[in-house]
């Protein structure tokens, strides 16, 4: 079976990566702002990815996965600014 990437996978990839990524860098900042600025950009991101990549059942699971990673940013941003 030949796979081919198309754009739907890649945007589902990139949301994946960018949202997992902004979610690492969660544990090393105690910045609230900075998490909660980078996970709400993170999010556009993943919504427009989703909507892009709603043509197969994985893209839209790697961009969802983002947009989860994304939403754990803002959370995490948010308890730290309830924590000072």
Request: aromatic share 10%; glycine share 12%.
């Amino acid at each position: 079976m030949l796979h081919s990437i198309t754009s739907s996978r890649i945007a589902g990839a990139i949301a994946f990566i960018l949202g997992f990524t902004i979610l690492v860098f969660s544990f090393f900042l105690y910045n609230s702002s900075a998490l909660i600025i980078m996970g709400g950009s993170a999010l556009l991101i993943g919504i427009a990815s989703t909507i892009l990549s709603r043509r197969t059942t994985f893209d839209l699971q790697l961009s969802v996965a983002g947009i989860i990673f994304a939403c754990i940013t803002i959370i995490l941003g948010i308890g730290i600014l309830g924590g000072q």
